[in-house]
């Protein structure tokens, strides 16, 4: 079975090997992009090329990049937990082309790498492309590339609309078709079989997962949304490494592959508990993801507070800490899954084990500072929620969440969270 340090390393050396520059992650933690509270992709670095405001000394790039999910449009913070595959923090693999090569030899490494290197069964993958619309037409070159050039299955091969497979920086700017690689992982994969039908692109399905995502930056959207080709075109492609993990490790979720379960089997010792299902194992899951995005933005630079990223964090902190009381811990806990985290990731990151000590005692004092009014809180809401005074739906009226907040100090987005919850 391939590790994922091995996962990571045939990515970016593939890419090497044909010319691309190798570039560090960014720190998740961006100083110099005041739209973004996070890096949330792989191309949030390279943003000035493609907007035509910078330039490299290199018109290939591969790297991995750390990114959190965590806020604003791109927000899974609240999924995580619940599933097995929501992510707050993540890896992006990714290969670019700054007006160099474009549609054909993207794909066609893209299928040299799956079913070469990784060996993917080929009639288990499925290619997208864009069907048109919106005053674009199909993307016909794509589709002609994967059909003639591939021995991909050619049944396998989908047109989908503007929603899936048509990507824009923003209202304006760069933009262009994708087209993006997916595995059908078998019958029983997927345990919302019987509430839709498995297929490519329907929204939950475990089945079908979408590996890979290949942009052709190839227009300019204008103010008044007319566009124009762009003077130079470019590729900006993404992979999960959890998604990819969980396919060649062969496991049943993201969180069993072996960039959690030391985590998680850590996380069991510090607790003293063994069972993962139900409710536990949504701790578990949050606690381990959680973790991940707060040691690796507090080692960019990043601290819980009360306002922008920092809100974020504390937000993601106090919600680990209570799934900590689902398990049973009623004192500072989440410090001590650092280092296994630094074990674990530390290699592809040295910045954790240089920051290893300083993201721990962050989190002890947060958690420290917290406890007592989690503890008072959460007894208090306990009180609240099987009183009279409850809604006939059920719900908790808002002049106690407001008493929660302004006597007891307890947040009310917690509050919000655990009646979604309950």
């Known amino acids: 079975m391939k590790t994922s340090q091995q996962i990571r390393e045939d990515f970016i050396s593939f890419f090497t090997e044909r010319g691309h520059s190798f570039v560090r992650s960014a720190p998740v933690v961006p100083h110099d992009d005041p739209t973004l509270l996070f890096t949330n992709s792989g191309m949030a670095q390279f943003k000035d090329i493609f907007l035509g405001t910078g330039s490299r000394d290199y018109n290939r790039a591969v790297n991995s990049q750390k990114c959190i999910r965590a806020s604003g449009k791109h927000n899974d913070l609240e999924d995580v937990g619940h599933d097995n595959y929501h992510h707050t923090f993540f890896e992006m693999l990714g290969n670019w082309s700054f007006g160099d090569y474009f549609k054909q030899q993207a794909i066609l490494w893209a299928w040299e790498l799956s079913t070469e290197v990784w060996t993917l069964p080929k009639d288990k993958l499925w290619a997208t492309v864009f069907e048109g619309g919106d005053g674009v037409g199909p993307d016909e070159e794509a589709e002609k590339i994967w059909r003639s050039e591939t021995d991909i299955q050619k049944n396998q091969v989908l047109r989908y609309d503007k929603s899936d497979n048509f990507w824009e920086m923003g ?55 007319h566009l124009e080709p762009l003077p130079a075109q470019h590729v900006d492609t993404g992979m999960g490494l959890e998604r990819i993990c969980r396919v060649l490790q062969q496991v049943d979720s993201n ?9 998680l089997g850590r996380i069991s010792e510090v607790t003293g508990t063994t069972d993962k299902s139900g409710e536990i194992g949504v701790a578990y899951r949050v606690i381990a993801d959680h973790l991940r995005s707060l ?76 406890g007592q009014t989690l503890d008072r809180g959460l007894e208090i809401f306990e009180q609240m929620a099987s009183s009279s005074r409850t809604s006939e739906n059920g719900g908790l009226s808002g002049e106690d969440a407001f008493k929660l907040y302004d006597t007891y100090g307890f947040p009310v987005d917690l509050t919000r969270l655990m009646c979604d919850e309950r």
């Open 171 to 225: 209202e304006v700017g760069p933009c262009g078709p994708c087209s993006e690689l997916h595995i059908d992982l078998g019958e029983g994969t997927c345990p919302l079989s019987q509430e839709h039908e498995c297929a490519v692109n329907v929204e939950g399905c475990w089945r079908f997962v979408e590996l890979w995502n290949l942009v052709f930056m190839q227009y300019q959207r204008f103010p008044d949304k």
């Open 255 to 263: 969180y069993s592959t072996d960039l959690f379960v030391p985590i």
């Open 295 to 370: 040691s690796f933005a507090i080692a960019d630079g990043a601290i819980p507070s009360n306002e922008g990223r920092g809100y974020v964090l504390r937000r993601m902190l106090r919600r680990a800490t209570r799934f900590g009381r689902v398990l049973g811990m009623e004192k500072p806990f989440m410090h001590q899954l650092v280092g296994t985290l630094s074990e674990v990731m530390g290699d592809a990151f040295p910045e954790l084990s240089a920051q290893q000590k300083h993201i721990e005692k962050v989190i002890e004092s947060e958690e420290s500072s917290f």
